[in-house]
């Protein structure tokens, strides 16, 4: 062997070991950037489970103050409900003892007005029990219809409070 060709070996052979070193090399850079990457998905995958976590309680304590209000607006629908229909049932009972003649109507009449002409007695007579003023009693369509002005405004009141109390409801939120 000659000295040029034990010197082109002994290249050759720097040249493998270099590559080899090289390839070792990056081997163990591959081993820790995948230890770091799988340390850095680990710790993401931590990070989204809290997150997760954050939003399915805060989740939870919205439907909780959604079912509240539900509840309560409920409930106020029912008391709603109910007064209208007492008011209701009220209504027909005064239409009904006025269009039997059970319940009549009366007005105060002013004693001190002179321009009245009305002749009504003072004193009540042995079938009445009025013991005040003079009255003067009303016709019983004109009860009739009185009675439904005041079934309306009734109606309205109700109505007037459950809006306020739904208001104050939906306020307290």
Not at 22 to 34: D, F, P, Y
Not at 53 to 64: N, Y
């Amino acid at each position: 062997m000659t000295p040029v060709q034990k010197l082109a070996g002994l290249v050759v052979l720097i040249l493998v070991l270099m590559a080899s070193a090289a390839g070792a090399t990056w081997q163990v850079q591959e081993w820790r950037m995948g230890k770091r990457l799988a340390e850095q998905a680990g710790q993401h995958q931590g990070e989204m489970a809290a997150v997760s976590a954050a939003a399915s309680k805060q989740v939870s304590a919205e439907q909780g103050k959604r079912l509240t209000l539900e509840q309560k607006l409920a409930t106020s629908d029912q008391q709603h409900t109910r007064e209208l229909s007492d008011a209701q049932r009220n209504q027909a009972v005064l239409r009904d003892l006025l269009a039997t003649t059970d319940l009549r109507l009366s007005v105060l009449l002013d004693a001190s007005d002179s321009a009245s002409g009305c002749n009504v007695p003072a004193a009540p007579g042995a079938v009445g029990v009025v013991h005040a003023a003079r009255r003067a009693q009303l016709d019983p369509a004109h009860a009739q219809r009185i009675i439904a002005i005041t079934d309306d405004g009734d109606q309205g009141l109700i109505a007037l409070r459950a809006c306020q109390s739904y208001i104050k409801s939906i306020q307290a939120r």
